[in-house]
């Protein structure tokens, strides 16, 4: 080889050498009993969801919305961010699956973006496969492309030969997509934290959890066959059976089983959710100190991980932060005592959403005692 080009090659060797090393030493985030790890540290972490960054980052002049988000997260020192990895249907605005294993590129891109500017930023992902909802073409979206789901109600999704095959086949193409941007595998990337099953899954009126348990083992087990790499969560709300027969999150009602569905030794990391003030939940502070303990008390039984994966509160009627802010800190609180190993609040937006947000939304700096809370947490 001329020496000229021996110089050249032995420089690409360094440089190159220099960039794998970079990835190795941010490594991935591992479960370790109820801890989360980092290079054999503990990672405890203040997150944030922020659902729509991949739509919005399809196209290029609309990618400033992610870098704003992106950019006020590091300011707020959140290192986590919930999104979803999915859009399902052709009716959606820039939907990632037109159909059953019909990808369009630009918006695969636009999740290349998200990743590799949460990478650029220090920010871990999890990522969510889909949604129980119908938003974004969940659940709903999969019956209606199958042939054999007779009754096409939400049930049915669990158990349908079709939707459980599509289902496989949207998490291989998300796991083995080749990032545009860095030219890594999504399986390969560090800056992903987890993967999480689907959002909120419920099996109504199922009191044995049965369905919804079978479906959680299988597709975890689907996931960990592809990818070596990643820890998985289910997306769970954090419900009982035979717990309480009085409530609903306890009896069984929704086909979940915080501890059985946490138990399956594909799911690395256990979770659940707390809406106060919404969907039925209706309870007080204490009451949500209640529901968190009972849920960290258990994790520790299991020996895994917990994370609050989405908790948020509504602004007071006059627009202010008052109440919310008292659950924030509950939150806070409660987190740091019971040992929690994160939490990921409802939810962060850019600064021109206003007219979208539901009255939970969070903007950095405007709602400063807000900010000020998820800051002190360390």
């Known amino acids: 080889m001329h020496p000229r080009f021996l110089c050249v090659f032995l420089l690409l060797t360094i440089l190159t050498s220099t960039v794998f090393a970079g990835e190795g030493q941010r490594g991935f985030v591992k479960a370790k009993g109820t801890k989360l790890v980092l290079n054999g540290k503990p990672f405890r972490y203040v997150g944030a969801n922020s659902y729509y960054l991949m739509v919005y980052s399809v ?3 609309m990618r400033k919305v992610a870098d704003e988000i992106f950019t006020d997260a590091a300011k707020m020192g959140v290192n986590v961010i919930r999104t979803w990895a999915f859009n399902n249907g052709k009716h959606q605005w820039n939907a990632l699956q037109a159909s059953p294993g019909s990808y369009e590129e630009s918006t695969f891109v636009g999740l290349d973006y998200v990743i ?7 920010i871990y ?3 969510s496969f889909g949604n129980n909802w119908n938003d974004y073409g969940g659940i709903k979206q999969y019956l209606d492309w199958s042939r054999t789901a007779v009754n096409k109600e939400n049930n049915e999704f669990f158990t349908d030969i079709n939707t459980r095959q599509y289902y496989k086949d949207h998490i291989k193409a998300v796991l083995e997509r080749q990032n545009t941007i860095t030219g890594i595998r999504y399986k390969n990337e560090p800056t992903i934290l987890a993967w999480e099953l689907i959002n909120e899954p419920r099996v109504s009126k199922d009191f044995s959890g049965d369905i919804l348990n079978r479906w959680i083992g299988d597709m975890s087990s ?16 954090g419900f009982y059976v035979n717990a309480n027969q009085d409530d609903w999150k306890l009896n069984g009602r929704e086909g979940g ?3 059985r ?3 399956i030794s594909t799911i690395d990391i256990a979770s659940f959710h707390l809406w106060p003030c919404s969907d039925n939940y209706c309870m007080t502070l204490e009451e949500a100190d209640k529901w968190i303990k009972m849920h960290a008390d258990d994790a520790k039984k299991m020996n ?4 609050l994966f989405e908790y948020g509160e509504y602004r007071d009627n006059n627009g202010d932060t008052i109440g919310r802010d008292k659950l924030y800190r509950l939150v806070m609180e409660k987190t740091r005592e019971y040992g929690m190993a994160g939490t990921n609040f409802w939810f962060l937006l850019h600064n021109d959403y206003g007219r979208y947000d539901d009255g939970y939304g969070v903007y950095y700096p405007e709602d400063k005692s807000t900010v000020d ?6």
């Not at 689907?222 to 709300?237: F, I, M, P, R, S």
């Not at 895994?304 to 994370?307: E, I, N, T, Y």
Request: glycine share 4%; charged share 30%.
């Open 59 to 61: 196209q290029p002049d």
């Open 116 to 122: 590799a500017k949460a990478k650029e930023k220090g």
């Open 125 to 127: 992902l999890v990522l």
């Open 222 to 237: 689907y996931v960990k066959l592809l990818d070596k790499n990643h820890l998985v969560t289910t997306g769970c709300e």
């Open 257 to 259: 089983d915080f501890i």
């Open 261 to 263: 569905n946490h138990s």
């Open 304 to 307: 895994k991980p917990l994370v």
């Open 373 to 378: 809370i998820i800051k002190s947490y360390k």
